[in-house]
């Protein structure tokens, strides 16, 4: 069966070619080829890696760390570090490792692909590197979310959103054993997220699939999606952006009803 909303593994995806100056590996996984408006994207740097002073001149971009560690000017990031940069502002990257990688997802917001996100490399030695607004998601509070509008999610935080200037939300779950975010849609924003790690089953429209680590989901305004912990033992947790939405409310939630048995043991056809 071919899937409506096919979830994209990351190690299904090519290398993309780069400008020039950049040292990582960067797959494209969502983007204008598959309806998003907002390219999502994983990227590798190698110890001693990264990419050089440039600025994005047409859209805002949201960088989650997963993993490894790295220099943003004169602060290091490490993994669960969330860093949000406006249009125009100034970046550079450096992996300081002799022997790991650094791992990290980019939301490149409203632009649907790397032409769009007006690129463009700095003088290092008459611009000056902006850290962007950094936040670790360990130092965001978990919210307080409404377990009667189908909010069964262990751990939910917002490290970006309109609360601190940005014009979409980033979050960070975390589901327990057993734990489940039941049908529901968003009738006002595109969503896309992440699975850093974990096993789990994802509905969306029809679609029953189940999602592992390395995987990516879009799912377009008014889908009706969810997603539930497959696993005994181990959590499963996603990152992921409410595209042009500042809040939850502004995304216009709509919650849709109980996932139920016969959701659980649905397949439609490989994930």
Not at 11 to 26: F, I, L, Q
Not at 197 to 212: F, I, N, Q
Not at 257 to 268: A, H, K
Request: net charge negative.
């Amino acid at each position: 069966m071919t899937h409506r909303y096919p979830l994209v593994d990351i190690t299904d995806v090519s290398s993309a070619e780069t400008h020039g100056g950049v040292d990582a590996d960067v797959r494209i996984a969502i983007g204008g080829h598959n309806g998003s408006s907002t390219v999502a994207v994983h990227w590798t740097a190698p110890p001693g890696g990264g990419y050089p002073l440039h600025t994005n001149r047409e859209c805002e971009e949201i960088v989650y760390y997963l993993s490894g560690n790295g220099d943003i000017g004169e602060t290091t990031v490490r993994e669960g570090h969330c860093r949000l940069f406006p249009k125009d502002s100034a970046r550079s990257f450096k992996n300081t490792s002799e022997t790991e990688n650094t791992a990290a997802v980019s939301f490149l917001i409203e632009a649907a692909d790397l032409e769009l996100m007006g690129y463009e490399f700095l003088d290092a030695e008459t611009a000056e590197s902006d850290e962007g607004l950094l936040i670790h998601v360990d130092d965001v509070k978990p919210e307080n979310m409404e377990k009667g509008d189908g909010w069964l999610i262990s751990d939910f935080r917002l490290p970006f959103g309109a609360h601190n200037g940005c014009s979409s939300t980033l979050f960070r779950a975390r589901f327990l054993p057993g734990a489940v975010h039941k049908k529901h849609t968003h009738e006002a924003c595109d969503e896309i997220y992440y699975v850093i790690s974990g096993h789990g089953l994802a509905g969306a429209g029809d679609d029953r699939v189940e999602v592992r680590g390395g995987q990516f989901h879009y799912i377009p305004k008014g889908v009706e999606h969810w997603l539930h912990n497959l696993s005994d033992t181990d959590p499963i947790e996603v990152v992921g952006v409410y595209i042009g939405a500042g809040t939850v409310a502004e995304t216009e939630y709509t919650y849709k009803g109980d996932v139920t048995e016969q959701d659980l043991v649905t397949r439609t056809g490989d994930s």
